[in-house]
T-cell receptor, first 110, second 114 residues
Framework: NAGVTQTPKFQVLKTGQSMTLQCAQDMNHNSMYWYRQDPGMGLRLIYY???????DKGEVPNGYNVSRLNKREFSLRLESAAPSQTSVYFC?????????FGDGTRLSIL | GENVEQHPSTLSVQEGDSAVIKCTYSDSASNYFPWYKQELGKRPQLIID?????GEKKDQRIAVTLNKTAKHFSLHITETQPEDSAVYFCAASIVSGGSYIPTFGRGTSLIVHP
């Protein structure tokens, strides 16, 4: 039982490149989330999906898109990466409560 | 929307002392308050949570108290140990039907000196 799995764990991009962060959960939870974590800023919600087929913007959605492919998978896409998007990205899943987090993706944009 | 303030941002204690982290929230409709511990380079992990119909909850050396009137809740760690060193996050959320979107505090870095 892996819980929430994120790939890749590390990535370095150049400004303007695109990439998709993958997230999958095996807990059969309805809700999934993408956060970014920056020093001193806590966890800020980028997008969330309350159920398969629905997505909604969170606090910091600009520059990102998401896809809830099915109940298990929720991907985050950076279409044109910017240095300001250098961060650690966490995916989470929740049934009722609480949230269960993946191990994170450390993304650096040069 | 909900706003969560967390204090202090850094807390340094000696092993065996108690540590208290405080959070305030703005939305009186919030009804679920989890606390997460995040060790360096690791994922946030739930350590304790409390719902609005309860004033206090304990789990061994960890306790959480909730004051709905004042809209604040606190994490208490007794007999601290070096392995308690980590960043702790509080969160507040309104749980309604299938909706659950927590708002997090900015975190408290707890350092326990041996």
């Amino acid at each position: 039982n892996a819980g929430v799995t994120q790939t890749p764990k590390f990535q370095v991009l150049k400004t303007g490149q695109s990439m998709t962060l993958q997230c999958a959960q095996d807990m059969n939870h309805n809700s999934m989330y993408w956060y970014r974590q920056d020093p001193g800023m806590g966890l800020r919600l980028i997008y969330y999906s309350a159920s398969e087929g629905t997505t909604d913007k969170g606090e910091v959605p600009n520059g990102y898109n998401v896809s809830r492919l099915n109940k298990r998978e929720f991907s985050l896409r950076l279409e044109s990466a910017a240095p300001s998007q250098t961060s650690v990205y966490f995916c989470a899943a929740a049934g009722n409560q609480p949230q269960h987090f993946g191990d994170g993706t450390r993304l650096s944009i040069l | 929307g909900e706003n969560v303030e967390q204090h202090p941002s850094t807390l340094s204690v000696q092993e065996g002392d108690s540590a208290v982290i405080k959070c305030t929230y703005s939305d009186s409709a919030s009804n679920y308050f989890p606390w997460y511990k995040q060790e360096l380079g690791k994922r946030p992990q739930l350590i304790i949570d409390i719902r609005s119909n309860v004033g206090e909850k304990k789990d061994q050396r960890i306790a959480v108290t909730l004051n709905k009137t004042a809209k604040h809740f606190s994490l208490h760690i007794t007999e601290t140990q070096p392995e308690d060193s980590a960043v702790y996050f509080c969160a507040a959320s309104i749980v309604s039907g299938g909706s659950y979107i927590p708002t997090f505090g900015r975190g408290t870095s707890l350092i326990v000196h041996p």
